[in-house]
């Protein structure tokens, strides 16, 4: 692994069938990411995808190319924009990019991630610490 080496990148289209789905694993039925006119009524654009969710599609990118999960030992984001899921069969295509940030001397490495939707961020400072071996 070196400083400027990039990930396999990962494109995933979130359908509102997914946010169904997710809502029951997390327990997380918050209206906003189900019910149009409720979504609306607070001000959002549309039903939006639950962050952890997009969070989890990037640290999928990660594992991925680890190919051992446990080899992931850290990882955070910030939630800057919603990916917002339309009612039809396509959903909402979001982008993920990942290169190495930084290698350590303890046999880490840093790996930054970048997620777009509609060409816009919506994770911030999204970073995983891997094992490197």
């Known amino acids: ?3 400027g080496d990039e990930l396999p990148a990962l494109s ?3 359908t509102r069938e997914q946010l169904v789905r997710y809502a029951g694993a997390s327990l997380d039925f918050n209206p906003i990411h189900w019910n149009e006119r409720f979504a609306t009524s607070v001000g ?3 039903v939006i995808a639950h962050g952890m969710l997009t969070m989890a599609l990037g ?10 999960p446990g080899r992931l030992l850290e990882y955070g984001v910030r939630f800057t924009r919603p990916v917002v899921v339309p009612d039809d069969d396509e959903g909402a295509l979001v ?3 990942g290169k190495i940030g930084a290698v350590g001397d303890d046999g880490t490495a840093r790996v930054d991630i970048t997620a777009k939707f509609e060409g816009k961020t919506v994770l911030g400072k999204a ?5 490197t071996g």
């Open 1 to 3: 692994m070196n400083v």
């Open 12 to 14: 995933v289209r979130v």
């Open 44 to 46: 959002l654009p549309n």
């Open 59 to 68: 640290g999928r990118m990660v594992t991925d190319w680890l190919g051992d």
């Open 95 to 97: 982008e993920f990019t």
């Open 127 to 131: 970073q995983a610490v891997v094992r």
